[in-house]
């Protein structure tokens, strides 16, 4: 290995950060009902992803009534506003996320707004609409936010296979570990 090679890798590794992508299919939480009275509210379920939720969504199966089926599997976040829940789910990360995306959709058409904030600043939103009967894919790119809200003006709606990615800072060991070996390449080829 040359010396070039050596110099790239270690300064890759150095200012390199790792990426975490998470998908929520809300299959995860195993077999769930078809009625708002009888689960949870979406709160803590995807702690270990790093998310938390609030709104009183819940997850429900693709069978309580919305007017649309699940994407992947059978279950679905739903909110009813009948019910309790409210018309926006809130979701907070651990750490800075870069993007999300997801599917939103209802039996009926619906004007959904998605935003993005950092430290309780908006810093990006979209608004998309989807067809009754049928989800709209949205996303949110190239940010930094640690709360994101999904919501609408409907009565109920749904939502499915949420992406998210974490950007997440390289320890500074590595750091420690990426400048000695900068160093030590340095006097290595002083001595040659």
């Known amino acids: 290995m040359n010396f070039k090679s050596i110099a790239l890798t270690a300064s890759m590794l150095a200012l390199s950060t790792s990426v975490n992508a998470s998908l929520i299919t809300f299959e995860e939480v195993g077999s769930v009902g078809i009625t708002f009275n009888g689960e949870p509210p979406l709160n803590e379920q995807y702690l270990p992803l790093g998310v938390t939720f609030d709104g009183g969504w819940k997850i429900l199966n693709e069978g309580a009534g919305f007017g649309i089926d699940a994407l992947s599997g059978t279950n679905f976040a739903a909110f009813n506003t009948k019910a309790g829940s409210t018309q926006t789910i809130g979701m907070t990360f651990d750490s800075n996320i870069s993007d999300i995306s997801g599917f939103l959709g209802d039996g009926l058409s619906v004007e959904w707004t998605i935003s993005a904030y950092l430290d309780n600043l908006l810093i990006s939103d979209t608004t998309v609409t989807n067809l009754a009967g049928e989800y709209i894919e949205f996303s949110l790119a190239s940010l930094t936010a640690d709360y994101v809200t999904v919501s609408s003006l409907s009565k109920v709606g749904v939502m499915d296979d949420l992406s998210f990615t974490s950007a997440v800072p390289v320890p500074a060991a590595v ?17 040659i």
């Open 175 to 191: 750091w420690l570990f990426g400048s000695g070996l900068i160093g030590l390449i340095g006097i290595a080829r002083r001595k």
